[in-house]
């Protein structure tokens, strides 16, 4: 061949087509030729001229079977990696779900616990200016005081109540529970709640709901 003899030539092929199965078929009786095109080359058999159809035969069927032996193992070795790069994923996202489990179980123990802890100084609070305002007269500064500190207590409570809401939220442990009632009832309890003069609310006369009344009233005090 010009520019380059059949080692050369087979070095390249090796070099851009690794995976081809390489003969050499040759008349030269070059004991350094040969050597060269099995290690460089690195073929797969080495035929002499003149040469026996059948053993050319026979070589070429052991190469192709050879070739697709090789293949096959490829394919297993790549789908081999595929299946434990899965294994390796799926056991990764197993951990990060117990470890976000785990994380959720301790925000949720601690929620708890503060919201007890501290609703609990909060309802003595709330009985004692209860039991304050009973022997004070109307429209004092006592009075009002003790009426701020009541709505105070009520609002914190609220919050409190809001952040079991959030818990139970993301737990999907609130239950739906509907029933039929007047949508004068919800307004009167969301503007006893709200106490705020610029909230209006304009809605059917004598109309009906059903649906949770506690969870629907939830959501607009929150909205509000």
């Not at 087979?10 to 040969?34: E, S």
């Not at 070429?60 to 294994?87: G, I």
């Amino acid at each position: 061949m010009p520019e380059m003899n059949g080692t050369d030539f087979l070095i390249q092929v090796r070099k851009r087509w690794p995976k081809v199965m390489r003969l050499l078929l040759t008349g030269a009786a070059d004991l350094k030729a040969a050597i060269s095109a099995i290690n460089e080359g690195e073929i797969y058999r080495y035929l002499t001229k003149p040469w026996n159809d059948e053993e050319v035969v026979s070589i070429v069927k052991a190469a192709l079977e050879n070739f697709a032996l090789v293949r096959e193992r490829d394919q297993l070795l790549a789908l081999t990696e595929q299946q434990n790069l899965a294994l390796i994923e799926k056991s990764i996202a197993e951990q990060n779900k117990a470890k976000e489990l785990e994380r959720r179980k301790l925000y949720e123990s601690f929620i708890t616990m503060l919201v007890h802890e501290i609703k609990t100084p909060l309802s003595v609070i709330q009985l004692a200016a209860s039991s304050l305002s009973r022997h004070l007269s109307d429209n004092t500064s006592e009075t009002n005081r003790i009426n701020n500190i009541k709505r105070s207590v009520a609002e914190i409570n609220q919050i409190f109540n809001k952040c079991i809401q959030v818990v139970d939220l993301e737990n999907g442990s609130i239950s739906i529970d509907p029933s039929e009632f007047d949508l004068d009832t919800l307004v009167e309890e969301i503007t006893r709640n709200v106490d705020d003069p610029r909230l209006q609310c304009n809605y059917p006369v004598n109309s009906k709901i059903n649906t949770d009344f506690m969870l629907l009233k939830t959501i607009l005090l929150n909205l509000l």
